[in-house]
């Protein structure tokens, strides 16, 4: 699964073991992406875009944060006044996760 798109696609695609599938759903550092066509089709790779489900969907995944079955990587939570920050670390890339701005 790739959701970042320019930083990480190739990454993706030379990871990929012989039939394998790299899915798209996000292009969070750019969507115009450099393929190496050699990878796709030496190794019959196959690229497929999804985008999100329904919102039944996200009610059904939300009861797996509520029981705590799933938690989300939260790199930063930081009060609105440090929105420029928050904006200045994703810009730069320094994060691992989501930057949460809390009211």
Do not use: C, W
Not at 6 to 12: A, I, L, Q, R, Y
Not at 30 to 45: A, C, T, W
Not at 63 to 81: A, C, R, T, W, Y
């Amino acid at each position: 699964l790739d959701h970042v798109g320019f930083d990480t696609v190739m990454k993706g695609l030379k990871s990929l073991k012989k039939g394998g599938k790299l899915i798209t759903l996000g292009a969070t550092s750019g969507s115009e992406v450099p393929i190496e066509l050699r990878f796709v089709y030496g190794k019959n790779l196959s690229i497929e875009g999804i985008y999100m489900g329904s919102k039944g969907e996200l009610m059904e995944v939300l009861k797996f944060f509520q029981s705590g079955k799933l938690k989300p990587v939260i790199h930063k939570v930081l009060p609105l006044e440090e929105a420029q920050e928050a904006h200045r670390i994703l810009e730069d890339r320094e994060v691992f996760g989501k930057v949460v701005l809390k009211i």
